[in-house]
C-alpha cells in the first residue's frame, strides 16, 4: 500500500483522471483497494482471494500494484498465471509493460529489450533482483522454468484441468521451498458449482464491504434487493436502507459519499485464506453519457440484460453483481399468466365447485404447517387433465382436535358433476412431515386409512415418483414422492396452452389467487455439480417465499399415481348417479337452436334425463349422435357427448366423426333389424356388469398396489 501511493504512476488513458496523461495512483478514487493492498503483505495470509465485478474493484491494478512493491521494495521473482498464453502475452505487452513504462522505479529496474542480453521476452522478464514469468494455464510445462517467492492466478474460472491436473495447485506448486509466499487469486466468477474462485471464496473468511446509512448510521452491504426502481421510469431509481427502522430513500450521490466510510468485515472465521467480494453498485466512477447518475445507468442495463434473455442476463450477473450464476434447467412458469387462465366451473347450490364433464375422480391433498392445515381439492381426467377445484386453509393447531375435526368434515363433502352426479373425494394424501407435526398426522390416518394416506418428500435427484414404506410403529404405509421429478412434470404442464392432454385447470375463485399461483410458482429448478463433478438438478425457493400450493399439487398428481383408475368404470358410476337412462325426445321446438357446441341449425328435439329434466335442444343430427353414444356401450363417449351438448368440450368423440358415422347408416328406406324394447325405469345392463369397488388393506393401501408411470 505505502509503495503504490509513494512511487506507483497510472499509465495515460488507464482511466477517466489520467486520460490528459500519466498520474499518481490513490485509493482515494476506490477507498475500498487500501485494506485489500495493505494485507497482500499480513503474514498471517496464506492466501488472497478476490471476487469484484469488473471496472469496479481494480483487480488488474492491485495486481500490478503488487507486482511492483515485488520489484522495488522487497525484489523477489513472481510466476503469473493467464487461463492461456495468448492472455499471457497480452497482460505481458499491455498492462504490464504501462506499468513499467508509466513508473520510472520500475522501468530503472527492467533491462531494454533491444539488448541482446537483456534476458527479457514477452514471457520473462528479468530485473535486477529476479525476474517475473507469464504462463499460460492451457500450457503448463511453461511452469517447469518458472518459480518464484509471489504467484498470481488471473481469471482462473476460465482455466481448465489439463494432462497434468489442476492449474492452480501446480501454480502453488512453484512456491514450495519459499516459507514466505504470497499467493492471490483473482477471477469473475462464472456458473455456480464450477466456479474455481467461488469455491475459493467459500473457503475464507467471506469479507465483505459496509457501508453506514446516512440517515440512520447503520452498516449495511449494497444489494441489488435494495436498488428499487420504476421500469417505466429508470432515472428515478434510489437505494432503499434495509434498516426497518429506518427504510430511507438513499439517492446516488449517498451512495458514492458512504464509500470513503465504509470497512471490510469478515462473515465467516478466518482459517488462513482472506476473501474479498465486491459487487457493481459500489463503483465509485461516474455515469456513461445519456444517463442522469450511476443508479439510473445499473437498472437500465440490467432490464436491456434481461430483455435479451439468459446469455445476457448471465453476463450482467457474473461481471456486475460478481456472483455466480445459476444455470436454470427449466423456465418458471409466469405466476401472473397463470391467473389470468382461470377458468368459471360454476357453483353448485352449496356453493362448492362443479365438477367438470372431463373430470371422473376426486382427491385430495394436505400440508401440515404450524399453525394450519392447507388443502386442495383437484379433480382428475382420462388423458392426465387436471382441474384444481379449490384452495382451502384451515386454520389451527395441528396438535389440537378443532382443525382436524374440520378437515372431516371438509373431506365428507359432496360435489356436484356437470352431469347432475354426486362425487366424494376418493383419497387424500396427507403431508406426514419433517418430524415436528408427524404424529398428529399419523393418528389422524390411522383411524382414516380408506380414504387417507400418508405421503412425504423426496428432494434426492433421480428419485422414484412414488416409492413405499412402512412406518412400523404406527403401521401405516408412507408414500415417499420424488418431488424433483413430479415438480418438473408440474411446470411443464403449467406450459401448455391448449387444455387436453396434460393440460392443468383452475377454478375462479375458492383460493385461486394471486398469491396462490406465486406459490405454484416459487421454486426454480438449477444445474448444480457436486463433488464429483456430477451435473444435478436442485429445486431452490427464493428466501422468504411460500411453497404450500406447489406442494399440494405434487401430492395430489403423485396420488393419482399411487390409486388405480379404471376410467370407463368411473364414467359408468357416473351416470348411474346422474340417473341418465336414455334420451327421450317428448317435444319438437324449431324456434331455438340446437344446443350442442357449434352447431348453429334449429333444435327440434327437447332431450330429458329419465326424472324428466331437459337438458338440450338438439337437431335430427346430433340427436342421432347422443342415441348412438349411449347404444354403444361406452360410457366415456356418452360423457362426452354429453359435454358437447352441454357447450362443453368433446376430447374423444368429436361433431365431424359423428357426422360421418351418421351419414354412413343404411338409407332409411332400408328395412331395419328389430329391436328389443328398453325397460321403463332401468339402467342399461352395460351400466351394472362388471363394476367393482377398490379394496383396501387394513394398514391404508390399495391390494391391487399402484402401476403406472408419471
Excluded at 102 to 121: C, V
Excluded at 292 to 318: P, Y
Excluded at 592 to 608: A, D, F, Q, R
Excluded at 641 to 653: F, S, V
Amino acid at each position: 500500500m505505502e509503495w503504490a501511493e509513494k512511487f506507483r504512476w497510472l499509465e495515460k488513458g488507464v482511466s477517466a483522471k489520467s486520460m490528459s496523461g500519466r498520474r499518481h495512483f490513490s485509493t482515494k478514487d476506490a477507498p475500498y483497494q487500501r485494506t485489500i493492498l495493505e494485507g497482500l503483505t499480513d503474514k498471517s495470509v496464506q492466501l488472497t482471494i478476490l471476487v469484484g465485478a469488473s471496472q469496479t474493484l481494480g483487480k488488474t491494478e492491485i495486481m500490478n500494484n503488487l507486482l511492483g512493491y515485488a520489484m522495488h521494495w522487497k525484489p523477489q521473482s513472481s510466476v503469473v498465471m493467464y487461463p492461456t498464453i495468448e492472455a499471457a502475452e497480452k497482460y505481458s505487452k499491455k498492462k504490464f509493460m504501462g506499468l513499467v513504462n508509466a513508473t520510472p522505479e520500475l522501468s530503472a529496474l527492467l533491462k531494454s529489450s533491444k539488448s541482446r542480453d537483456s534476458g527479457n521476452t514477452i514471457l520473462v522478464k528479468d530485473f535486477t533482483g529476479g525476474s517475473v514469468y507469464f504462463v499460460g494455464a492451457n500450457s503448463p510445462s511453461g511452469l517447469r522454468g518458472a518459480s518464484g517467492s509471489l504467484v498470481i492466478g488471473d481469471e482462473i474460472d476460465a482455466m481448465d484441468d489439463g494432462a497434468e491436473g489442476d492449474p492452480i495447485e501446480l501454480l502453488f506448486k512453484r512456491v514450495e521451498q519459499f516459507p514466505e509466499a504470497i499467493k492471490l487469486l483473482l477471477s469473475t466468477p462464472t456458473v455456480k458449482g464450477k466456479s474455481r474462485i467461488w469455491k475459493y471464496y467459500e473457503e475464507s473468511d467471506q469479507q465483505k464491504f459496509f457501508v453506514p446509512c446516512p440517515k440512520c448510521g447503520r452498516f449495511h452491504t449494497l444489494e441489488w434487493e435494495n436498488v428499487k426502481f420504476d421500469e417505466e421510469h429508470t432515472e428515478d431509481a434510489y437505494l432503499l436502507c434495509p434498516n426497518p427502522d429506518c427504510q430511507a430513500h438513499l439517492t446516488d450521490q449517498d451512495r458514492v459519499n458512504m464509500l470513503p466510510l465504509g470497512e471490510w468485515r469478515a462473515t465467516k472465521p478466518f482459517k488462513g485464506t482472506r476473501g474479498y467480494h465486491l459487487n457493481g453498485i459500489y463503483t465509485p466512477w461516474k455515469c456513461h453519457r445519456g444517463y442522469k447518475n450511476r443508479l439510473h445507468e445499473m437498472v437500465d442495463v440490467f432490464l436491456k440484460a434481461k430483455k435479451k434473455g439468459s446469455a445476457a442476463l448471465k453476463v450482467w450477473v457474473n461481471t456486475f453483481l460478481s456472483e455466480c450464476y445459476e444455470d436454470q434447467a427449466e423456465e418458471t412458469p409466469d405466476p401472473t399468466g397463470l391467473l389470468k387462465r382461470v377458468e368459471d366451473l360454476g357453483d353448485d347450490a352449496n356453493k362448492l365447485p362443479i365438477v367438470p364433464f372431463g373430470a371422473q375422480v376426486l382427491l385430495g391433498s394436505v400440508d401440515c404447517q404450524s399453525n394450519r392445515l392447507e388443502v386442495n381439492i383437484c379433480a382428475h381426467g382420462p388423458a392426465d387433465e387436471v382441474w384444481s377445484l379449490e384452495k382451502l386453509v384451515i386454520p389451527g393447531n395441528p396438535f389440537e382436535r378443532e382443525c382436524w375435526d374440520t378437515l372431516d368434515t371438509l373431506l365428507a363433502r359432496e360435489y356436484t358433476h356437470a352431469s347432475g352426479a354426486k362425487l366424494k373425494i376418493r383419497m387424500t394424501a396427507i403431508d406426514i412431515g419433517d418430524g415436528q407435526r408427524t404424529e398428529p398426522v399419523r393418528k389422524y390416518i390411522r383411524q382414516r386409512t380408506s380414504y387417507c394416506l400418508a405421503v412425504a418428500g423426496s428432494n434426492q435427484p433421480g428419485a422414484p415418483v412414488v416409492s413405499m414404506t412402512v412406518n412400523k410403529k404406527s403401521r401405516i404405509r408412507v408414500y415417499r414422492i420424488g418431488t424433483d421429478t413430479v415438480k418438473s412434470a408440474i411446470y411443464s404442464r403449467l406450459k401448455l396452452e391448449n387444455p387436453g392432454l396434460g393440460y392443468i385447470h383452475f377454478g375462479s375463485g375458492h383460493g385461486h389467487d394471486s398469491d396462490h399461483f406465486k406459490q405454484l410458482t416459487s421454486e426454480a429448478c438449477f444445474l448444480e455439480v457436486d463433488r464429483n463433478g456430477k451435473e444435478l438438478r436442485r429445486w431452490r425457493k427464493a428466501a422468504g417465499a411460500r411453497n404450500e400450493a406447489l406442494d399440494l399439487m405434487v401430492y395430489n398428481l403423485a396420488l393419482r399415481e399411487i390409486i388405480p383408475v379404471s376410467w370407463t368404470q368411473e364414467a359408468k358410476n357416473i351416470l348411474m348417479s346422474a340417473g341418465l337412462e336414455q334420451l327421450k325426445g317428448v317435444d319438437f321446438m324449431k324456434a331455438k337452436n340446437c344446443t350442442w357446441k357449434g352447431c348453429s341449425e334449429p333444435g327440434i328435439n327437447v332431450k330429458t334425463d329419465r326424472k324428466g329434466k331437459a337438458w338440450g335442444y338438439f337437431c335430427d343430427e346430433h340427436t342421432q349422435v347422443i342415441a348412438d353414444a349411449l347404444a354403444s356401450g361406452d360410457a366415456i363417449k356418452t360423457l362426452e357427448a354429453m359435454a358437447c351438448a352441454h357447450g362443453g368440450k368433446a376430447r374423444q368423440a368429436k361433431p365431424e366423426t359423428k357426422k360421418e358415422s351418421t351419414q354412413a347408416q343404411p338409407d332409411q328406406t332400408q328395412e331395419k333389424p328389430p329391436q328389443q324394447p328398453a325397460k321403463a325405469q332401468s339402467l342399461p345392463s352395460w351400466m351394472t356388469s362388471g363394476s367393482r369397488r377398490q379394496t383396501f388393506s387394513r394398514h391404508g393401501g390399495f391390494r391391487s398396489g399402484f402401476k403406472g408411470s408419471f
